[in-house]
């Protein structure tokens, strides 16, 4: 059975960084697209950066261009999220979620697309 633990959340300032890591086991993980949300209070959960799966594109939300990085470590069945020049608005709960049958280019950026999802880590930027 597939089990994905996210971390790495905590509190920061604002124009300050964070790197989130999300482990994943029980699975082929070179065969799983892996991905980022988050929610904020009172909001959708929305996209923040996926990887594919076999040629590991990286895509991101327009919010998240620039200043976040995803990546992944295969040896360590990891994924990671790092994240510079954090702003204020980018406070909320963050969860890794990953699958094997994501239909990149299409589906990819679609919450409802991804069965495995981490129990979240909190994100707190300060002004």
């Known amino acids: 059975q597939v089990h994905v633990v996210d971390s790495g959340g905590g509190l920061v300032q604002a124009g300050g960084s964070l790197r989130l890591s999300c482990a994943a086991s029980?699975?082929?993980?070179?065969?799983?697209?892996m991905a980022w949300f988050r929610q904020a209070p009172g909001k959708d959960r929305e996209f923040v950066a996926a990887m594919s799966r076999g040629t590991y594109w990286a895509d991101y939300a327009d919010s998240a261009k620039d200043r976040f990085t995803i990546s992944r470590d295969i040896a360590k069945n990891t994924v990671y999220l790092q994240m510079n020049s954090l702003k204020v608005e980018d406070t909320a709960v963050y969860y890794c979620?990953?699958?094997?049958?994501?239909?990149?280019?299409?589906?990819?950026?679609?919450?409802?697309?991804?069965?495995?999802w981490g129990q979240g880590t909190q994100v707190t930027v300060s002004s």
């Open positions: 979620a990953i699958d094997n049958g994501v239909r990149w280019g299409q589906d990819h950026r679609l919450a409802i697309e991804y069965d495995y």
């Open positions: 029980g699975g082929t993980f070179s065969s799983y697209s």
